[in-house]
């Protein structure tokens, strides 16, 4: 999608008619304010608001904008959507175990549909903070630890709020964010301070950004945190070097929630005037938080501070979005088509999407249950919990009902006996005894826990990845009642499952879902449906092992193991388990090798199969794959056991010499397959220019000739492995 022209008449029309005021009034977006607030900063020209939370009193805004301000000019209206507005779907962390981007597209395209009815037309999302620290809160929203993964699912997301034009009533504007390598806080500690080279703040940090620019997405919002010593908000080199210049982004760069006078305790500005100068100065657009003007309308800003063409610069990327989005035309929504409640058809798409996030971790033939008729109990915190909307969730949201109902819905046959509780996250050692006390009653049972969710997203990082409260207590008593039974964890960032996880038979990661997350649990467990997401992120052995990630570099002493897995070799770099008394390498003394759960982990009930793979030449040179030629790779995937279910296939490279070290794998493909019994299909990727290089230390992005080798399969182990010469 291409955004409005830069030089439109309108546009420029206006710009030469603004005064210096109206010009500084469009640079900013009111933070939140009540609403006779808000109808008094729009008379006085603001460019920007937070959603009032109806069309109506959106309408009134507008039309306080358009007719009671001297250039009646219509108002951008912000919010955070990020999983849905009215109907709530999984968590992006969520979405992206699914591994399929359709997922993150519906999402943005039922989300803009509802929120555009209401009059909102900028959302805050997606974001596209790579973190591999799952200490960190806000993974949750975002697409896990890889930047492929996070740069597909980012661009699916954009194409979904923007839809086909700007101009569609159902269309809003998408804004990346945060620009950039928030992820790599350090110590996993919200708005720490970030230290990233150059090599990998390009080729892991930039590269959704990348991609994000090239869907044509709106807007970019800057991050809390420095950069090499500079906090994004003032860095001339991110936002404009880089952002404007080098990825030829012309949409706006909008701050975060008061990130510009958070300069002033980075240390970086002496006042309000200064850090406004240095942000506006380093390519920031829009101030969020209204500080650009005083509450009586007066500058912040002098004509001297900030170059005039600097702030025309800045009003005409607003202004050319207002213009693409149809605003100086009708501004307007009508409130009677507002949509205010999910619809029946926006269920089924977050029933669906929840159920391709589920992740099965663990099955020693325990799940499905089956439908037949079963004696289920049902313990734990989250047995009867509504808490599954997850982290940026709208107050307005329709309510996600319990598992425990879930279940009598979804599964009528079973007798269903339910123990639940906080007192189970309080520890309570009777609570414990009692849900057990008569497990043997029952053919299974099902133990849900979780994180709640307010303990996950912006400033909720923890130091401890276990369960919290007594809920790893609850598991172990269950499992040693020996009764078949699953776990089913309701999280929103990967948690630390070592102290029990060898003790059960099954565990299912269901994530904070959204509205229909409790649905598909009970239909997973039942057999309903068959559970094929992957893991977007690692799940360590201990809160101690992060940050840890699959496409790491190798070192100059890496620890392995070497072992074999259900018959293939072992990589234990990547897999674990075991130790090593190799005494020199690069390990922990007290931890098994590799992660708990690796990325791209997920087990189905039915079984897959690889064969036949193809790489469609053994050599290609630089200057071809330059020229746009690329190898196709061929694998052929079959369904081996007797369901039908969801197979993803990844595809990884390893670039074996080059000048930089490189990742032991880097993700460069993966699909997701729906495949009957016995059925088979025939797959195809492509590796070309963009796959088989990096970034180098001076910002050039180079592809070396050498060996590299493909890997592709179900995950990172047990893959089949081809090879591939660069030529020079
Ligand atoms: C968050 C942003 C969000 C903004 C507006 C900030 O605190 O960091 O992600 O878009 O608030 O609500």
Redesign the pocket.
């Known amino acids: 999608m291409t955004l409005a022209p830069a030089h439109d008449e309108l546009v420029e029309n206006l710009i030469e008619a603004m005064t210096w005021e109206q010009k500084l009034a469009q640079l900013q977006i009111a933070?939140r304010p009540r609403l006779e607030d808000a109808a008094e900063l729009v008379r006085s020209g603001i460019g920007a608001v937070f959603w009032p939370r109806s069309a109506e009193a959106t309408n009134e805004l507008q039309r306080i904008a358009r007719e009671e301000t001297p250039h009646g000019i219509p108002l951008l209206v912000g919010l955070?959507v990020i999983h849905g507005q009215r109907t709530t779907f999984p968590v992006p962390l969520a979405q992206a175990a699914s591994f399929q981007p359709e997922t993150a597209e519906t999402d943005a395209r039922i989300s803009a549909q509802e929120a555009a009815s209401g009059g909102v037309n900028w959302t805050?999302s997606p974001?596209i903070d790579v973190s591999r620290d799952p200490r960190w809160g806000r993974v949750v929203e975002g697409f896990g630890e890889d930047a492929y993964v996070n740069a597909v699912f980012g661009a699916a997301k954009v194409r979904g709020y923007q839809g086909e034009s700007l101009r569609d009533r159902d269309s809003i504007l998408a804004c990346a964010?945060?620009f950039v390598a928030y992820g790599q806080a350090e110590g996993g500690r919200d708005y720490n301070t970030v230290d990233v080279s150059a090599q990998r703040l390009r080729n892991v940090y930039l590269e959704p950004f990348r991609l994000a620019v090239d869907a044509g997405v709106a807007t970019v919002?800057a991050a809390?945190n420095t950069v090499s010593g500079r906090p994004a908000h003032a860095n001339h080199f991110l936002l404009t070097a880089i952002l404007k210049e080098e990825l030829g982004f012309n949409g706006v760069v909008v701050g975060?929630?008061e990130g510009v006078v958070n300069l002033l305790d980075h240390g970086i500005a002496e006042d309000l005037p200064d850090a406004l100068r240095q942000s506006f100065a380093a390519g920031l657009d829009v101030e969020?938080g209204g500080n650009v003007l005083t509450a009586d309308g007066g500058a912040r800003l002098r004509p001297d501070d900030v170059p005039l063409a600097r702030v025309d610069d800045a009003v005409r990327r607003v202004l050319s979005l207002k213009l693409a989005l149809g605003l100086f035309d009708d501004p307007y929504r009508e409130p009677d088509l507002e949509v205010t409640a999910p619809s029946r058809a926006s269920r089924q798409v977050a029933l669906t999407a929840a159920e391709k996030g589920l992740v099965l971790l663990k099955n020693e033939s325990v799940l499905p249950l089956g439908p037949e008729r079963k004696r289920v109990l049902l313990v734990g915190p989250y047995a009867n919990s509504t808490d599954h909307l997850g982290a940026w969730v709208q107050s307005f949201a329709a309510p996600a009902g319990s598992l425990a109902d879930a279940i009598r819905q979804e599964c009528p046959e079973w007798s269903l006996a339910v123990k639940e509780g906080t007192g189970f996250f309080e520890g309570d050692a009777s609570l414990i005894a009692d849900a057990v006390a008569d497990a043997a009653g029952y053919d299974a049972v099902v133990v849900a826990v979780g994180e709640p969710s307010a303990l996950t997203g912006?400033a909720s990082s923890r130091s401890d990845l276990r369960l919290p409260g007594a809920q790893e207590e609850l598991i172990r008593a269950v499992a040693e009642t020996g009764r078949p039974m699953a776990v089913v964890m309701f999280n929103g960032r990967p948690l630390v499952t070592s102290a029990w996880v060898n003790s059960v038979p099954a565990v299912l990661e269901a994530w904070h879902a959204g509205l229909e997350g409790p649905r598909a649990v009970a239909r997973a467990l039942s057999g309903s449906m068959n559970p094929g997401g992957r893991l977007p992120m690692t799940f360590p052995r201990s809160s101690s092992q992060v940050p840890i990630y699959y496409d790491h570099e190798n070192t100059g002493r890496p620890a392995t193991v070497s072992g074999t897995i259900d018959g293939g070799t072992l990589d234990v770099a990547l897999m674990g388990p075991g130790n090593t008394d190799d005494h020199y390498t690069s390990k922990y003394k007290d931890l098994d090798l590799g992660p708990q759960f690796p990325f791209g982990h997920g087990l189905s009930y039915t079984s897959f199969e690889y064969g036949g793979l193809k790489v469609s030449a053994p050599e290609v040179s630089v200057a071809d794959l330059r020229a746009g030629k690329s190898v196709g790779v061929e694998i052929t995937v079959r369904n081996t056991g007797a369901r039908a279910g969801d197979e993803v296939t990844m595809v990884f490279i390893r670039d074996l010499i080059a000048s930089l070290a490189q990742p032991i794998r880097r993700l460069r493909g993966f699909t997701r397959t729906s495949l009957q019994p016995g059925e088979a299909r025939s797959l195809y990727f492509e590796l070309g220019w963009n796959d088989l290089g990096f970034w180098d230390n001076d910002g050039r992005y180079v592809v070396e000739d050498g060996d590299f080798e493909i890997h592709v399969g179900g995950g990172l182990d047990g893959t089949a492995v081809g090879e591939l010469r660069v030529r020079p």
Do not use: V
Request: aromatic residues 24%; negative net charge.
């Open positions: 933070f955070d805050f974001m964010k945060h919002m809390f975060d929630a969020m912006e």
